[in-house]
């Protein structure tokens, strides 16, 4: 947690006057009961009526002199708490921007989530309250003490027992209460993990008929969560009773004492009224106190888990710029023998890949499911870093390339078309923020979606919703091969971009594409051999192994695994193969 309050160096003026202020308010409080007993001794004790007006006034000063103390205080918090946790929140979020595929994969979308709003709120509002009660709470009960021994000393003995015993009834149950609320927090990231994976799966779910099982383990985690904060909750809890107790007992025997005191001439009445408003205004903070201490408590868990998100570091490092430039002569992209492992896995995703690329060459990737099609083609982007072996672009290795440099170079199309709120223009920039009108209009066109855009109205300002709810699946794909033409790279990556496209429109993409002036080296993976059967050379993938190199012809006839998976898809070839053979 102590690592958090670098981002509080630029409030360091409202994090010193938030509590100056309310220290100032406390002490208006702590005069209020010396002038009531004045009141009672010398102006009703004594019938002066004018004693009486000056001290009303008084008591009238004190409190708006307070409540401007108390506003102050306020502003100057939640100044300090809104800053603080604006730099926290865009400083989570920046380095979650730095971490690789590895680490993301690692954490979750649920806990970033979790981390980025939740938490940090908690710890905003934790905050708050501590600049402008931290101290005034304790100030309060520790000065009501101190003023009790200047009314006397006999009766401000109690006050010194109480308030040690109240210490450890507090901090006690603070110290059981805190490992708690970290129980709880994680719980809570469960509970939306399964509450995000069951919405953006909803679809899946309810052709199955699995509402019920995942309505039962919802409950289920829901009911873990709702024992913990039980749990929690009773803990917490016996802090009001038990102060109470401790306040009342206390308050007994100093009415006991007081009255024994006056009655004995040592003291006035008015003194014992002091006293016990004194006490009242201890057990009054006290209830504060607990109240804050259990907002802290939340407060500080949320701050370790915020920090440790903080110190995650990430596994991949760019230099400052390229140690040397780019080869003419080399190929353009270039595998020399990968092999790569994800986090906590214990099979290789891909064995010993070796291929290159030339420029203006395009490359088909073709497998099974989980065959690595889609990882190899993240290494090149390098989303992930190669476990064994060297990746490189123009005759470097991608691990060489400045941040960003790399991938200014590629354009991407991933498997799960994304979409972003949005215009249609707005949505295209992504490729390039500074590409005219006709530029969009040419990749659209390429793209096979220049007819999706004309059909809406307004055209390149057609609006699309969040994740292009209100477009087709195959709308969506050919908006995003258009958004990576835009930014016309020097390497295309089609990750099975094209499978909800039919094969006509499939087929005058790849031409539109293969059309297309200069020399873009394009990857396309894909699961129909009929996708890639035109490349110039075809990537064979059979369980992370490379099975197959070279054209649809070659490997026709030397590559078992790709002639299964054509003939599976062409079957009637396969009977005309074996009619010719017979012949």
Known sequence: MKKLWVYLKDYKKESVLAPLFKLLESLMDLLVPLAVAAIINE??????????LRYFLLLIALAALGMGFSFTAQFMAAKASVGFSTKLRQAL????????YRELDTLGADTLITRMTSDVNQIQNGLNLALRLLLRSPFIVFGAMVMAFTIDTQCALIFAVAIPVLSVVVFGIMLLSIPLFSKVQGALDRLLGL????????????AFCKERQETDEFDRQNDLLTRLNQRVGRLSALMNPATYLIINVATILLIRQGALRVQAGA???????????????????????????????????????????LEV????????????????????????????????????ALSDISFSAARGQTVGIIGGTGSGKTTLIQLLSRFYDATVGTVSVDGIDVKDYPEGALMEKIGVVPQKAVLFEGSVRDNMLWGNENATDEEIWAALKAAQAEDVVKG???????????????LSGGQRQRLTIARALVK????????DSASALDFATDLALRRAIAALPGEMTVFIVSQRSSSVRQADQILVLDDGRLAGLGSHG????????????YYSQFPEERKQTGREALA
């Open 456 to 470: 809406k109205e307004g055209e390149l300002d057609a609006r699309i919703e969040q994740g292009g709810r209100n």
């Open 93 to 100: 979020f920046d380095h979650i921007q730095k971490l690789s």
């Open 195 to 206: 509450t995000r994976e069951n919405l953006t799966g909803v679809r899946v779910i309810r």
């Open 313 to 348: 570091k990430p596994t991949m490092a760019y230099p400052a710029q390229l140690s040397r430039m780019p080869l003419a002569n080399a190929p353009k992209a270039r595998f020399d023998h990968v092999s790569f492992s994800y986090s906590a896995s214990g099979d290789p």
């Open 43 to 52: 102006g009703i004790g004594k019938n002066d009526p004018g004693l009486i």
């Open 488 to 495: 016309q790279p020097e390497i295309l990556i089609l990750d």
């Open 267 to 309: 003291l006035q009445q008015g003194d014992v009224v002091a006293l016990y408003n004194y006490m009242a205004q201890i057990v009054v903070e006290l209830v504060k106190l607990a109240s804050l201490i259990i907002t802290i408590d939340k407060s500080l868990a949320c701050g370790r888990r915020v920090q440790g998100m």
């Open 554 to 565: 070659q490997l026709m006839e030397s590559c078992q695994v790709y002639q299964e998976i």
